[in-house]
C-alpha cells in the first residue's frame, strides 16, 4: 500500500476538503501516514490569500523535495488554491510532480496512477456542480469532539482584494440531506459540535432550503450537537438566520462577521456592498435578539489608497463593536483580482506594519475587555481535552502546569461565544476515572475567576 502524507495550510475549508481527499484516497488504495519519511507521496493543501501563504509553501516544496534522495520514486504534490491560482507554472518549475486544483480531487488516484509512470500531471479544471456531498470525510485527529462540516463551495461575491472567486470556483450549494446525514454520523462517532463551512454561508441555498432552514435541520439532529458556522458575510445575514439562532439553544452563540475596514469610500473600493451603518445596524440587531452572542472579525488595513483618516474609522469601528477577537491583516495585493488590475497598491509597507500594530494593540486591549466583563459569570462549557501545557499563557507570563497535579487535570473547552476557557478538573464527583471527573465531548458548567487576552480561567461551578 503507498502511503500518503499531506500537509494543510489555509482556512477551515481547507481541512474539510484534506479529509475529502484522504477519503477519495482510502477508496483508491492508499493509507494515511502522519510520518513525512515514510511517504510515497507528500502533498500541501495550499492557500493563496495572502504572497507570504504562498512563500512559506514554496519553501516546504523545497523540504518535500529533500526526501527524494532517499526515496527516488517520491511523488510531490500541490493541492488547493495555489494550485488553482499558479496552475501549468507549478510544474513548470520542475519542482512539483502533480498539480490538482480544489474541484479537480475525483481525479486525483488517475493522476497518481500516471504520475508513478514519470509523467507529471495536472487538473485544475472547476466544476459549478463539484460538492464532493456523497463523499465521507476521513477525519483528521482534532480531539474527536468537534468536525468541519463543508456545505458549499466557491464564491461569487468578487470582493476587489480576494482571490478565492479565482481559485474556488462558483458558488454551490451542497444537498441539505447529505449534510444532515453527515452531522448525524458526527453524532454516532461521538462528535459533540459541527462547524458548517462556507465561503459565505448565507447565501446558501438548496432547493427551496435556505441557510436558516439548514442551520434549523442540524440543530434538530441533537440537542447535545452544538452548531457553528463560518463565515457570514454582512450584506447578506439575514433578520431569519438570527431569529433561527435565538431559538435553539444549541446553535453557538457566535457570529463571524469580517468588517474588512470601517470606512465607506475603502469598502466600496472593496466591492463590499454594505457601508458601516448597514455593518453596526447588523451588530445592533444581532445584540437586540441575542445579548451574549460573541461577535468576531476580521479586517485589512492598508487596502489601496487607504487614507490614515480612513484606517482611523477602521479602529473607531473596533472600538464600536467591541469585538471579542479579530483576525487582522496588511493588505496583499493579488495578481488577477479586481484591486489589482484597477488600482496600485500604493501604502507603503512600513504604513501597513504600523496600521497594524496598532489595530492589533486596539485588538487586545477589546479582548482583553470582553474577557473581564464575563469575570463571576457562570457558563456551560464542552470539554474538547486536557488544555496544552502552559494553556494559560495568554501574554501575562502565566505558566500554570496543564498537567496532572494531585488528582486533578487542567482541561479546555469553549464557551458557545466561542471564548477559551481552563479549569482544574476534579477527581472527585460522577464519572471519576482518577485523572479529572469529565471527558472531551462531555458539557460541564464552569464560572470564570479570572482572564487572560485569549483565555477564561475558570472554575467548576
Ligand atoms: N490581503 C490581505 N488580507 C486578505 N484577506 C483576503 N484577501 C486578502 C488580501 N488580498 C483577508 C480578509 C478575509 C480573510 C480570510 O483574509 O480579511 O476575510
Ligand atoms: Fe486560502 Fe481562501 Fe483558499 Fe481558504 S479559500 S485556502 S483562505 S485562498
Redesign the pocket.
Known sequence: MKKVYIETYG?QMNVADTEVVFSILADAGYARTEEIADADVIMANTCS??DNAEQRIWGRIEHFRSFRKKRPGLVVGILGCMAERLKDALLDSGKVDLVAGPDAYRSLPALLSAVSEGHPQINVELSREETYGDIKPVRLDRGGVSAFISIMRGCNNV?S????PYTRGAERSRDWKSIVREACDCFAAGYREVTLLGQNVDSYLFEDVDFADLLEKVAEVSPLLRVRFS?SHPKDISDKLIDTMARHSNICRHIHL?V?SGNDRILEKMRRRYNREWYLERVRRIRSVMPDCGITT???VGFCSETEDEFRDTLSIFEEVGYDAA?M??????PG?L?ARNYPDDVPQEVKTRRLEELISLQNRLSLESNRRDIGREYEVLVEGPSKKGGLRGGDGDQREGDLRGGTVQLCGRTSSNKMCVWEDSAEGPGAQGSGAHRPGDYVRVRVTDCTQATLICELA
Open positions: 482556512c490569500i495572502r470582493c482584494y480576494c482571490v478565492v463565515t469580517p474588512q476580521d479586517a485589512i483576525f491583516f496588511f493588505y496583499s495585493e493579488r483580482t484591486a
